[in-house]
């Protein structure tokens, strides 16, 4: 695979009219846009940064999953409208689809660590480790943490062969460790539920035949998914297909209609029109703005 490496440094940056020194240093990956397969997580970001007192980061519905670890100082952390101050050994969670902003707390420093991941297993893996919709984790283990989270650094700065799986791999890791002081409380049936989802998201999907490969009645079915996950199956289904899609628009030089094929849509206008009612924007538009 070919992979573009991008390395950044950045000084005295200024962020809202704040001239306060800040320091990051981090390295992006992306893969190759002639490549066929994508693995299902990629660490799309690594790095480390110090703050001083006034710097601050915003996003606008975020399409961006970022895990940042505070190893010195504290941030106050503001997502969806709620506000944390986040200390050392914490971790802050950026999720995708919401605002967010974060920035030096009272202790008017911080240095931290960071990653983001991407990928078409990345929303199914969040909600079977039980970290959907999750905010901040105080680590039980801080240091293994961030010794992972160095090491995706040193691989996506090094990019040695097979980069793409290990990284792959360690971001799974990294995934399973922040899910290990948290208790799963999905029970069996939604678990085999929506991992037969993700493994069919090429084909279409009913209910009917869910049920039928979880042996369960429908109504039962229907009434424990709404309970555990706030939506209907197929609704929850179809957003991890144009998800699914989404990735592969920003990923792959596959065409419109390749992925419309792909995520069970024969149809490639009908396609176009569920990408545009889920991400407010037509796929080729999305692919140009790089997702966000």
Same mark, same amino acid.
């Given at each position: 695979?070919?992979? @573009? =490496?991008?390395?950044?440094? =950045?000084?005295?940056?200024?962020?809202?009219? !704040?001239?306060?020194?800040?320091?990051?240093? +981090?390295?992006?990956?992306?893969?190759?846009?002639?490549?066929? *397969? =994508?693995?299902?997580?990629?660490?799309?970001?690594?790095?480390?940064?110090?703050?001083?007192?006034? $710097?601050?980061? *915003?996003?606008?519905?975020?399409?961006?999953?970022?895990?940042?670890?505070?190893?010195?100082? %504290?941030?106050? +952390?503001?997502?969806?409208?709620?506000?944390?101050?986040?200390?050392?050994?914490?971790?802050?969670?950026?999720?995708?689809?919401?605002?967010?902003?974060?920035? @030096?707390?009272?202790?008017? =420093?911080?240095?931290?660590? +960071?990653?983001?991941?991407?990928?078409?297993?990345?929303?199914?893996?969040?909600?079977?480790?039980?970290?959907?919709?999750?905010?901040?984790?105080? &680590?039980? %283990?801080? %240091?293994?943490?961030?010794? /992972?989270?160095?090491?995706?650094?040193?691989?996506?700065?090094?990019?040695?062969?097979? &980069?793409d799986i290990i990284c792959s791999v360690l971001a799974y890791r990294i995934l399973l460790e922040l899910s290990?002081?948290?208790?799963?409380?999905?029970? #069996? &049936?939604?678990?085999?539920?929506?991992?037969?989802?993700?493994? $069919?998201?090429?084909?279409? /999907?009913? #209910?009917?035949?869910?049920?039928?490969?979880?042996?369960?009645?429908?109504?039962?079915?229907?009434? /424990?998914?709404?309970?555990?996950?706030? !939506? !209907?199956?197929?609704?929850?289904?179809?957003?991890?297909?144009?998800?699914?899609?989404?990735?592969?628009?920003?990923?792959?030089?596959?065409?419109?209609?390749?992925?419309?094929?792909?995520?069970?849509?024969?149809?490639? /206008?009908?396609?176009?029109?569920?990408?545009?009612?889920?991400?407010?924007?037509?796929?080729?538009?999305?692919?140009?703005?790089?997702?966000?």
């Amino acid at each position: 695979m070919l992979y @573009t =490496i991008l390395k950044h440094m =950045i000084f005295d940056h200024v962020v809202r009219k !704040s001239k306060s020194r800040k320091f990051e240093r +981090f390295w992006m990956y992306r893969p190759g846009k002639q490549d066929i *397969y =994508i693995p299902p997580l990629l660490i799309t970001l690594a790095g480390y940064g110090w703050w001083a007192r006034g $710097n601050e980061q *915003y996003r606008s519905n975020s399409q961006v999953f970022g895990i940042e670890l505070l190893r010195a100082g %504290n941030a106050e +952390f503001v997502q969806d409208g709620r506000r944390y101050i986040i200390q050392k050994g914490e971790v802050y969670l950026l999720r995708r689809n919401v605002s967010h902003r974060y920035t @030096t707390g009272p202790a008017d =420093i911080l240095l931290k660590r +960071f990653i983001t991941i991407d990928g078409s297993a990345l929303d199914h893996l969040l909600r079977i480790m039980n970290l959907w919709g999750r905010d901040r984790i105080r &680590v039980s %283990n801080p %240091n293994l943490l961030a010794g /992972l989270l160095k090491k995706a650094t040193s691989l996506i700065a090094e990019s040695p062969p097979d &980069v793409d799986i290990i990284c792959s791999v360690l971001a799974y890791r990294i995934l399973l460790e922040l899910s290990h002081s948290l208790r799963p409380d999905l029970p #069996t &049936v939604i678990d085999n539920a929506l991992t037969y989802m993700q493994q $069919n998201l090429h084909h279409p /999907l009913s #209910t009917e035949d869910i049920c039928d490969y979880l042996g369960i009645s429908q109504t039962h079915f229907n009434r /424990l998914f709404y309970q555990h996950m706030q !939506s !209907s199956p197929i609704r929850y289904f179809l957003q991890q297909k144009l998800t699914w899609a989404g990735h592969m628009l920003r990923h792959t030089s596959l065409s419109i209609k390749e992925i419309a094929d792909r995520t069970g849509y024969y149809d490639p /206008l009908y396609f176009s029109e569920r990408f545009k009612k889920q991400f407010g924007v037509s796929p080729r538009n999305y692919r140009k703005s790089g997702g966000i």
